[in-house]
């Protein structure tokens, strides 16, 4: 009896030998996503507006769209050696509808689109947070 399990114990030893790993390279583009957009790329800026605009028609309903967002620049890239999720934290100025222009601050988050295969933008305009989504002044994302 002891004979057979220990035959087989080392028959699944022999298979699990032959199985390819994670580090085989299967999964390394879902894994080590290490190139996302810049902080200026128009496609994070368009996502920003069109999701910005969508929640205030049918959200806010305070009357104020954003039009662009200008003179942005990067405060910081944490890269897959502190975490697996490589983010771009942003900022730049928003150009509302009400001719104001406050600083928004913007996270880009590489390989957490849909199924992993693209980013994920998360924003914050401090003076429009009334929900204190991102902590007050947009902390969470200002880092």
């Known amino acids: 009896m002891i004979r057979k399990f220990l035959s087989g114990l080392a028959v699944a030893a022999v298979a699990m030998t032959s199985i390819p790993s994670?580090?085989?390279?299967?999964l390394d583009p879902l894994l080590q996503r290490t190139s996302f957009p810049e902080c200026h790329d128009p496609g994070v800026l368009d996502t920003i507006i069109e999701r910005f605009n969508w929640a205030e028609e049918r959200t806010w309903l305070r009357g104020i769209n954003l039009d662009s967002i200008e003179r942005t620049r990067e405060r910081l890239v944490q890269s897959t050696n502190v975490s697996p999720i490589p983010r771009r934290y942003c900022r730049g100025h928003a150009r509302l509808s009400n001719g104001k222009h406050p600083t928004i601050y913007y996270l880009i988050e590489g390989g957490q689109g849909l199924a992993g295969n693209s980013y994920n933008v998360e924003?914050?305009?401090s003076a429009l947070d009334e929900w204190k989504e991102y902590d007050g002044s947009c902390r969470a994302i200002r880092y």
């Open 123 to 125: 924003f914050c305009i």
């Open 22 to 26: 994670a580090s085989a390279g299967l």
